[in-house]
């Protein structure tokens, strides 16, 4: 379906792939860059993977490397939107929470900053991937972290709304009707997604999010080897509401950019209502909508 507005008109936003490790201090200088060059080329939101600030080898390593939000590594992230006039989507940080002292566990928190460098959202992934995969090892996230206790609101930003979420929250329809139901215009799943389940589900999940809820989604991925123990798949994406791939980042460390066109959302919602025409008598409200 054809986008309806004229191009050069519409919100601009990047989308970053990188490989992170447990080196804090190269990372940081690997997004700043990126964030830079999105800020250049004329973005007004650029969007970081999960685990933009590390990926350890272990949970004692990821305990020992995690910070408060009111930490060094956010206030750096503060000052680059500051400096670049950027809205940013960090898409998940290794947060010490009130409760680290008497829980010794973190929160994988997606946290927006407006350009001034203000935090404005931030929401704790509520589902936690423990599973084991033939081939791609097992992942125990509830090892070292805590799930959140709630969905945010979808945020304004100058691209749309933005309903957020985090990598394995894509498998949960429920979370992401609960977001478009509460006014989410963008879905976002900054990602680590593994080596085997990448082929297998990476796209046809972000991609059935977009067509069912209607909404663009922005998958911002880790790529490559992050250290002996592990790898993730890369392959960041913007779909937009039609089910369309319209940004792809290619191998390795990057960033593609997309244009958000809120009145061909518009639109498309109007030509196919499904939203009005769902049937909660039958099958109950799935998703309910946030408060």
């Given at each position: 379906m054809a986008?309806s507005?004229?191009?050069?008109e519409?919100?601009?936003v990047?989308?970053?792939?990188v490989t992170?490790?447990p080196?804090?201090?190269?990372?940081?200088?690997?997004?700043?860059?990126l964030?830079?060059?999105a800020a250049?080329?004329?973005a007004?939101?650029?969007?970081?993977?999960?685990?933009?600030?590390?990926?350890?080898r272990?949970?004692?390593?990821?305990r020992?490397?995690?910070?408060p939000?009111?930490?060094?590594l956010?206030?750096?992230?503060?000052?680059?939107?500051?400096e670049c006039?950027?809205w940013?989507?960090?898409?998940g940080?290794?947060?010490?929470g009130?409760?680290w002292e008497?829980?010794?566990?973190?929160?994988?928190?997606?946290?927006?900053l407006?350009?001034?460098?203000?935090?404005?959202?931030?929401?704790?992934?509520t589902?936690?991937?423990d599973v084991?995969i033939?081939g791609?090892?097992?992942?125990?996230?509830s090892?070292?972290?805590?799930?959140g206790?709630s969905?945010?609101s979808?945020i304004?930003?100058?691209?749309?709304?933005?309903?957020?979420a985090?990598?394995y929250?894509?498998r949960?329809?429920?979370?992401?009707?609960?977001?478009?139901?509460?006014?989410?215009?963008?879905?976002?799943y900054?990602s680590?997604?593994?080596?085997v389940?990448?082929?297998?589900?990476w796209?046809v999940?972000?991609?059935?999010?977009?067509?069912?809820t209607?909404?663009?989604?922005?998958?911002?991925a880790q790529?490559?080897r992050?250290?002996?123990?592990?790898?993730s798949y890369?392959?960041?994406m913007?779909?937009?509401?039609?089910?369309?791939?319209?940004?792809?980042?290619?191998?390795g460390?990057?960033?593609c950019?997309?244009?958000?066109?809120?009145?061909?959302l518009?639109?498309?919602?109007?030509q196919?209502?499904?939203?009005?025409?769902?049937?909660?008598d039958?099958?109950?409200n799935l998703?309910h909508?946030?408060?």
């Open positions: 986008a507005s004229s191009f050069s519409l919100p601009l990047a989308v970053c792939q992170s490790t080196d804090k201090e190269q990372n940081f200088k690997t997004c700043a860059e964030i830079r060059e250049r080329l004329g007004c939101l650029a969007f970081l993977p999960e685990a933009f600030d590390f990926i350890a272990d949970p004692e390593e990821t020992r490397l995690s910070e939000l009111s930490g060094n956010l206030e750096e992230y503060t000052q680059l939107a500051r006039g950027l940013l989507s960090l898409g940080f290794h947060e010490r009130q409760d008497q829980t010794q566990k973190i929160y994988n928190c997606h946290v927006i407006n350009n001034m460098g203000s935090v404005v959202a931030t929401y704790r992934k589902h936690l991937c084991e033939p791609q090892g097992p992942m125990r996230e090892n070292s972290t805590i799930p206790p969905l945010e979808p304004s930003t100058p691209a749309g709304k933005i309903g957020l985090i990598c929250d894509m949960f329809p429920e979370l992401s009707l609960a977001l478009v139901q509460a006014g989410a215009e963008i879905l976002t900054p680590a997604f593994g080596s389940t990448g082929p297998a589900h796209e999940l972000l991609r059935a999010r977009a067509i069912e209607q909404c663009y989604v922005v998958a911002a790529c490559g992050h250290h002996e123990k592990r790898a890369g392959h960041s913007v779909v937009d509401p039609w089910g369309t791939v319209v940004a792809r980042c290619s191998e460390p990057g960033l950019l997309a244009r958000i066109d809120l009145n061909y518009q639109q498309l919602r109007k196919l209502p499904v939203f009005q025409h769902r049937r909660p039958l099958y109950g998703g909508p946030l408060s």
